[in-house]
């Protein structure tokens, strides 16, 4: 019988490895997904948080214009018609509130910041 040097087939370290990495990302799956599943809110909440930054970066935009519009137009009253009316896009607010000049400020009336 010819006894080799050479060992063929894995080790029961390799094995236990394999396993302990395999059994780790399955937790780190498993964990991620109930985290979802118990709070169904942090996906509206979400979508709520992006849709006012989203918002409030309208209104910053839409404020740049009027400023500018205003520096273009001395004399005349700022509006955000007249700034239609100029040609300027003017975005809505992603959650559809109202946006309104108020004190040279642009406030929506869902997110009721200034």
């Not at 169904?40 to 009027?66: H, Q, V, W």
Request: glycine share 8%; net charge neutral.
């Amino acid at each position: 019988m010819y006894v080799s040097d050479r060992q063929e087939g894995f080790s029961l370290i390799s094995i236990l490895a394999v396993l302990l990495i395999g059994g780790l990302l399955y937790v780190g799956y498993s964990s991620l997904g109930s985290t979802n599943k118990a709070a169904p809110g942090n996906l509206s909440r979400t979508m709520y948080a992006s849709k006012s930054l989203a918002c409030d970066m309208n209104r910053k935009a839409i404020e740049s214009s009027l400023l500018n519009w205003t520096v273009r137009n001395p004399g005349k009253e700022p509006s955000l018609d007249n700034l239609k009316a100029s040609g300027v896009s003017v975005a809505d607010c992603p959650d559809g509130g109202r946006l309104e000049l108020q004190d040279d400020e642009i406030v929506c009336s869902l997110h009721k910041k200034r």
